[in-house]
């Protein structure tokens, strides 16, 4: 990490409220993250903006010429996937920047840089920014916010402006999306004269809080809270605007405003529906809005939507969204395996969402699930390698799915390159009196804690082993209270401070032990939580799990790979006592802690080619290994089975 990074000036959070750690200032040091991170620095961003040139998602910008053929079909919808190409360069400029704080990068930085001066250059005079309509449709912006994504758009350049003015203090992006912001606050609002409406697919939401957070102008909070509020109103602002189009609003593609979250209000809304990236992005705002304006009702809203994803729409995996026909929710339940979409996007929303919620309500409930996304379903989403990916992250296959190098829609890559980039913020939050640890790996962390600046350093294994050592540096000593998360997979977990044990049972609260002590320049902490394998089962209503069994280890969850046991793990029954031991295997991608046992395999041999017969298959022993879930299809084709069939 570069030593001359200063702490930026950014105005204070709401009092009382958590602030995470900035992401530049957390440095990770060995193992686990730093191999990732490191990787897609150096490997997915740059091979990210060349599969944007060459796939020509960059062609957009080319403001001076007139639109050539599309690159991409209308849907029935009416939306291409060009509509919203700015998105993904939006996204990869915000992946990018996290990078360039703490490594800078000339060479990264030029290409940014040439985006945005095409941006500059094909903004309209009032401030407007899409490229698409810009280009091709001028007359139809703002006509269809119920399909056409301008402001998912948007929002996503909007991010990118802020992580790119917060890495760089260039201003130039910034100042282009403050107008666009402006342009957007002239055009919507329920004053006469304006648009009541409010996009589709949320994003700007969240996006609007971020460049708050930087100017510090009130109407951009207050931009972001209309869209919120306004948000499921009735009648529809999509009914009026499918009208004045001369559309029937029957005709609508998805039937339902639950694909957008927008069938009714925010705040009654009690079941997770719909579109699954879009519902986690709203949620993220509205998780935003309940820190910013202290409004306890979105809090409350977020609290119920929460529990009724964890517990009743969540994959083992954190992956969510069962079906491929509206990218999203079904019944409560649903939660097939084999054609489990559960699009990388949304596990990593979900991961900023349950950050969101910790912020405001520390407690654990929240951070176990960005703890499961970010080791398991959202990870699974990018290769080893760093340049190829899963767009849907199934639990079950037959050798069908393959990673590929960029897809026909690339919203998935540069989703999880950004969750990596940025990752150090989701490790520490800090508040006056306070420090909270939310997560575990090696790592180096600077912070404030009120007027304090605490250096940590986490030495660990972690996740392949449960022992941390953390180590503070204070410029001076401090009073204040070390909130450490107790992860809720763990049953047995022991804390000491300098060499003295911890009651735990006294001082845990909502999943964080607080200890609370002056802190020494020096003090050590040492948390041990027990990793034994653990088995999970599913819920009864979830069917499609009913006798079988997941392995999960701390915070990974595992599943068998055909290359590793010669044949498909469908055919795998696990005794309920079967022994399973945990080894580290350092040659297997990196290296990672595997599980093994005797498990038995239903054989084929004996069934003369019938497909049915009134006896069962025959059982033999058969030894296993099952690698953790995220590292899976990074070798041979194969099939896969995380719920494995239980004997
Ligand atoms: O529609 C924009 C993005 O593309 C969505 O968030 C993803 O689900 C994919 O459809
Ligand atoms: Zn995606």
């Not at 939306?79 to 920047?97: C, N, P, R, T, V």
């Not at 009702?297 to 964890?310: G, H, I, P, Y």
Request: aromatic share 12%.
């Amino acid at each position: 990490m570069s030593q001359s990074l200063k702490f930026s000036a950014k105005p204070a959070a709401p009092a009382g409220r958590f602030v995470p750690a900035d992401h530049a200032r957390v440095d990770f040091t060995g193992g686990f993250w730093q191999s990732w991170s490191q990787t897609v620095r150096d490997v997915t961003i740059p091979t990210q903006h060349m599969r944007l040139d060459e796939e020509d998602f960059l062609e957009v910008l080319d403001f001076d010429k007139p639109a050539g053929p599309l690159a991409r079909p209308i849907q029935p919808s009416g939306l291409s996937m060009q509509h919203f190409f700015d998105s993904d360069f939006g996204k990869w400029i915000e992946a990018a920047s996290y990078t360039l704080k703490a490594y800078p990068n000339p060479e990264i930085e030029a290409k940014i840089d040439d985006i945005v001066e095409q941006l500059a250059k094909g903004q309209m005079a009032d401030g407007y920014l899409n490229s698409w309509f810009i280009r091709r449709e001028p007359e139809k912006r703002w006509t269809n916010l119920r399909d056409l994504h301008e402001m998912y758009s948007m929002g996503h350049l909007l991010e990118g402006a802020v992580a790119y003015y917060e890495a760089t203090g260039k201003r130039r992006f910034l100042d282009v999306m403050i107008r666009a912001v402006d342009h957007i606050i002239g055009t919507f609002g329920r004053e006469p004269g304006k648009l009541a409406g409010y996009d589709a697919h949320e994003e700007i939401e969240l996006a609007l809080v971020k460049l708050y957070r930087v100017t510090r102008d009130p109407r951009h909070l207050e931009l972001a809270t209309y869209f919120v509020d306004e948000r499921g109103v009735m009648p529809s602002y999509y009914d009026e605007e499918a009208r004045k189009r001369g559309e029937d609003p029957a005709d609508y593609v998805y039937q339902t405003y639950a694909y957008s979250q927008a069938h009714m209000p925010v705040r009654e809304q009690g079941q997770v529906v719909g579109h699954a990236v879009r519902a986690m992005y709203l949620f993220s705002a509205m998780a935003d809005l309940a820190y910013e304006n202290d409004d306890p009702t979105l809090k409350e809203a977020c609290d119920r939507l929460f529990d009724n994803l964890v517990g009743r729409q969540l994959y083992v995996t954190g992956g969510l969204g069962p079906s491929a026909s509206n990218e999203g929710f079904t019944r409560e339940y649903d939660l097939p395996n084999e054609t489990a979409y559960a699009e990388t996007c949304a596990a990593v929303a979900l991961g900023f969402w349950s950050h969101r919620m910790a912020q405001t309500d520390l407690n654990s409930k929240f951070t176990d699930r960005l703890e499961t996304v970010l080791f398991n379903g959202a990870l699974s989403g990018i290769s080893r390698d760093g340049e190829h990916y899963f767009y849907e992250n199934v639990l079950e296959s037959h050798g069908q799915n393959r990673r590929w190098k960029w897809h026909y829609c690339p919203c998935c890559p540069t989703n999880i390159a950004r969750f990596i980039t940025s990752l150090g913020q989701y490790y520490y939050s800090s508040r006056e009196g306070e420090l909270a640890v939310h997560l575990y790996g090696a790592n180096t962390a600077e912070l404030m804690v009120g007027e304090t600046f605490v250096r940590l350093k986490q030495d660990t294994q972690y996740p392949w082993n449960g022992d941390v050592r953390l180590a503070l540096n204070l410029d001076k000593p401090s009073r204040f209270t070390l909130h450490l998360r107790i992860p809720g997979w763990c049953r047995d977990a022991n804390v000491t401070v300098n060499g003295r044990t911890i009651d735990l049972a006294a001082c845990t609260h909502k999943g964080y032990a607080a200890i609370t002590r002056d802190w020494q320049d020096g003090d050590e902490v040492r948390l041990s939580i027990a990793m034994p394998v653990d088995r999970l089962y599913a819920h009864p209503a979830a069917s499609e799990d009913a006798g079988r069994v997941a392995l999960q280890r701390g915070p990974v969850v595992y599943c068998v790979e055909e290359t590793d046991i010669g044949g498909e793990p469908q055919r795998l029954r696990l005794p309920a006592d079967a022994e399973i031991t945990a080894r580290f295997d350092a040659d297997l991608l990196g290296g990672a802690v595997v599980l093994e046992g005797q498990a038995l395999e239903a054989g084929s041999e004996d069934w003369d080619g019938s497909l049915y017969r009134t006896s069962p298959p025959v059982l033999k022993p058969k030894a296993f290994k099952a690698i953790p879930y995220h590292l899976w299809a990074n070798r041979e084709a194969g099939a896969m089975l995380v719920w494995l069939q239980e004997k």
